[in-house]
C-alpha cells in the first residue's frame, strides 16, 4: 500500500475501534445470515446480499429524533436479501463487539411491511412499531444492565418471534441504548438495526398499534432516556425504558427474566 493508503487504513481502522458496535449477523435456525459489514461493503461491487439494512458506520444515531433512529444512519435502504422464518422461531442477533462502559436496556421491535413488501417499505409513519422484546435494568441480577448481558452473552442476543403472529414480511428493529453519557440532553446512544424477515408459517395474530419513530423517543424523558447511570445504579430513578411496554402476545425474553 502508498503511504496515503496506509494512513487512511489506520483511520478507518482507529474510527471502527472508537466507535462502539453494529450488528453483523443473524442466526436462524443454524443457519447465519450475515447484516452490513460496516467498513466493508461500501467498498464491494457489486454489492453483496445483505439481510439488514445499511449502516454508516459503528457510531449511534446522531440524532435520535431524525429518521435516522428507524434503522440507523445509513438512510433506510431496504436490504436485497430477506430471512424466512416461522412464528415462535429464535433469532440470534450477533454484534461485532459491545463495550462495558456502554450500560442500558436491549429492546426489539416488529413492524409489519406494506403489502408484505420489505423492499418498498420505510417505517417512518404511523404507529406502527410494536415492543416484542426488552431487558433494561435489575439491581437483582448478575450484570444488572441488560447490554452488558449482551456482552457477557458474546455480544450476542435471542429474540424469539412471537408464536401466534400471522405470517408476512416484517421489519425486525434490535437496538442497544447506551446511557453512560445521558446525563445531558441527546446524551443517550442508540444503536438500532433493521433485518428483513418474512413470517411462513404463524397463526393469525396481527401487530396492534404501537409507537411511531421517530417521535416516540422523548429528549426529556427523565425515567428512560435523560437519565444519568449512577442515579438509577443508586437507587434515585426507578429506570423506565422507552417505547412502551411489550406487546402482550410477545415470548418470554429468550435471555433471561426482566426487567
Not at 416461522?86 to 429492546?107: E, F, R, Y
Request: charged share 20%.
Amino acid at each position: 500500500m502508498t503511504k496515503f493508503t496506509d494512513i487512511f487504513f489506520l483511520l478507518g481502522i482507529a474510527g471502527l475501534a472508537d466507535a462502539h458496535g453494529f450488528l453483523k449477523n443473524i442466526q436462524v435456525n443454524g443457519k447465519t445470515y450475515p447484516a452490513w459489514q460496516v467498513g466493508q461493503d461500501d467498498f464491494v461491487k457489486p454489492p453483496p446480499v445483505r439481510y439488514a439494512r445499511k449502516l454508516k458506520d459503528n457510531g449511534s444515531v446522531p440524532d435520535f429524533t431524525s429518521k435516522d433512529i428507524i434503522c440507523g444512519a445509513g438512510g433506510n435502504v431496504p436490504a436485497e436479501g430477506v430471512i424466512e422464518l416461522k412464528a415462535g422461531d429464535k433469532v440470534t442477533m450477533i454484534w461485532d463487539q459491545w463495550g462495558s462502559s456502554h450500560s442500558g436496556p436491549v429492546m426489539t421491535y416488529l413492524a409489519h411491511c406494506a403489502n408484505d413488501d420489505c423492499k418498498s417499505f420505510k417505517g417512518d409513519t404511523g404507529k406502527i412499531w410494536v415492543k416484542i422484546e426488552q431487558l433494561s435494568y435489575n439491581p437483582s441480577a448478575n450484570p444488572p444492565w441488560a447490554s452488558d448481558l449482551l456482552r457477557v452473552q458474546g455480544a450476542k442476543w435471542s429474540v424469539t418471534i412471537p408464536p401466534k403472529l400471522a405470517p408476512g414480511e416484517y421489519l425486525l428493529r434490535h437496538e442497544i441504548l447506551g446511557l453512560h453519557v445521558a446525563d445531558k440532553r441527546m446524551g443517550a446512544q442508540f444503536y438500532p438495526s433493521c433485518t428483513q424477515i418474512k413470517v411462513t408459517q404463524g397463526g393469525t395474530t396481527q401487530l396492534p398499534e404501537g409507537i411511531a419513530l421517530p417521535g416516540a423517543y422523548d429528549p426529556a424523558d427523565g425515567q428512560g432516556i435523560l437519565t444519568p447511570l449512577w442515579k438509577i445504579q443508586q437507587g434515585q430513578i426507578k429506570y423506565v425504558a422507552p417505547g412502551g411496554e411489550v406487546w402482550k402476545e410477545a415470548a418470554p425474553n429468550a435471555n433471561r427474566a426482566g426487567p
